[in-house]
């Protein structure tokens, strides 16, 4: 595969943790991927690629298990789908089956067994080596271009050998769903962090920003996680394998407002199929006048 070189930061390589079971969507993941449901016309997965590529990601380690094989085939190219499309004269679908094969160097490995977040971002030690490299989580997409993952990059170069995460700002209790950050000082969109409170009661929540699936990792967290220890129901999680970063090196946050998606919970996948429906250059407008008429019809909003 041709890639092109990284237009931004040292940054090179991700690691994608898609060994999940998608149960929140059973029956629709019974024998499909959760990460290769559609939201509009391409899979959730590739909007994750594409977004790290955005941000100048080159090599990307996709971390699944079992009947995850859809998601090889996706990135892969396709000879005979390839030359049925150029006798029929579709350019058009040709030409883009054959830019996703060519997003990045992608590369799969299989997690034999659920061990939790921690474990399978360890399973990238030794693709990823001694280097910095980000994590996107697969339920979580963020429509921006890259611009988040670009800024946690760039943060993460200021600050050599600390980790940098993503945060939101949740409103009352839902921060409680979340990792919440405990910030120490805080300059603008940038948070430097004590550590990060694991989905707390609303009361005990040390700020209203919760941790989100994107992170900036320096190799030393590889070291981290081999010395944690499993947790509830045996799972090795990331948020412990930070807390000695952040008495290390340092743990930063970015906060970020618009963007995001948690295509894992059924409403908001739904929210992202009719807002990236609206936005779509081909559909938007036909999309549109059908809402408006839904909505119309039902009287909504009336």
Known sequence: MTTAEPTTGTVRKAVIPAAGYGTRFLPATKAQPKEMIPVVD???????????????????????????????NHFDRAPDLERTLEAKGKTDALDEIVRIADLATIHFIRQPEARGLGHAIGMGAAHVGDE???????????????ALLRRMISVAGDHPGAA??????????????YGAADPIEIDGDVMKLRGIVEKPPPEEAPSQFGSTGRYVFPPEIFDEIARTKPGHGGEIQITDAMANLAA??????????EGRYDV????????????????????????????????AERGIGS
């Open 248 to 257: 290390g090196a340092g743990l930063y946050a970015v906060s970020f407002v």
């Open 42 to 72: 391409r899979p959730a997965i590739q909007y994750v690629v594409e977004e790290a590529v955005a941000a100048g990601i080159t090599d990307i380690l996709i971390v699944t298990s079992t009947n995850k094989q859809t998601m090889e």
């Open 264 to 295: 894992g919970q059924k409403l908001d996948y739904l929210r992202a199929t009719v807002e990236l429906g609206l936005a779509h250059p081909e559909l938007g407008g036909q999309f549109a006048d059908v809402l408006a008429s839904i909505v």
């Open 164 to 177: 940098v995460i993503s945060v939101k700002e949740f409103p009352g209790a839902e921060v409680s769903a």
């Open 132 to 146: 910095p490299f980000a994590v996107l989580l697969p339920d979580d997409l963020m429509i921006d271009d890259g």
